[in-house]
């Protein structure tokens, strides 16, 4: 499930609070207390791979002294810097959801198979299964931009639906159209209406519509 900007940033200010609630008392345990409450924070909200999970692991592997403070209120000093970074970027927007990381993943597998049966020469199926990465990929586009849809929808009323909200530009409607029609000749075994360069030129489109509309 993705998780939601509100939510994320209510944990990291409880994170903070706590934090400020035992100041007047630093004590080791308390040190301990706010270094394991950080670690969980950064853990539970941080996307897989992120640069702040790498960051906490360097900063726990890390077992030099500070000049100024004892390591362990070293170790706090340094993932409270973390724990901002990540909020921070939860604030803006920046962080991409975990859903959008996982269908970009399962979507480049299946497009990866037709690039595979482009190799083998089997231009047909792997049209098919681009346009059916397409035509999932825009069902995940409605529901992100709000766009209601029937059952089951069309992949042309969801591409004008889409762009008529503002999902993406006229441009890219247009090719998005193409790319349907040419689904759909592969799906009706209308085989002599494209060749092996045009199948090539839509999964690799696919792919980058993909990457610059995540969903």
Not at 184 to 204: F, I, P, Q, R, S
Request: glycine share 8%; proline share 4%; hydrophobic share 40%.
């Amino acid at each position: 499930m993705p998780i939601d900007k509100t939510t994320a940033l209510a944990q990291i200010d409880a994170v903070t609070a706590r934090r400020k609630e035992l100041g007047q008392n630093w004590v080791p345990e308390n040190v301990q207390e706010i270094t394991t409450l950080s670690c969980a924070a950064i853990k539970r909200l941080a996307p897989p791979g992120s640069a702040y999970l790498e960051q906490m692991e360097a900063v726990l592997r890390d077992t030099q002294k500070s000049i100024s403070r004892s390591r362990d209120e070293e170790v706090e000093f340094r993932l409270r810097g973390i724990l901002s970074a990540l909020r921070g970027d939860y604030e803006a927007g920046r962080l991409q959801s975990f859903e959008e990381l996982i269908h970009a993943d399962l979507f480049s597998d299946f497009l990866e198979m037709a690039e595979y049966f482009m190799d083998e020469g089997y231009k047909d199926p792997a049209a098919v299964i681009a346009g059916g990465v397409l035509e999932e990929h825009l069902r995940k586009l409605c529901g992100k931009h709000g766009v209601t849809i029937p059952p089951k929808p069309k992949l042309d009323t969801m591409n004008a639906d889409l762009a008529k909200a503002g999902a993406y530009h006229k441009n890219e409607q247009k090719q998005v159209t193409a790319w349907a029609g040419l689904r759909n000749d592969a799906a009706h075994g209308n085989y002599g209406n494209y060749g092996h360069a045009e199948v090539k030129l839509m999964v690799a489109g696919i792919r980058d519509f993909i990457s610059r509309n995540p969903a």
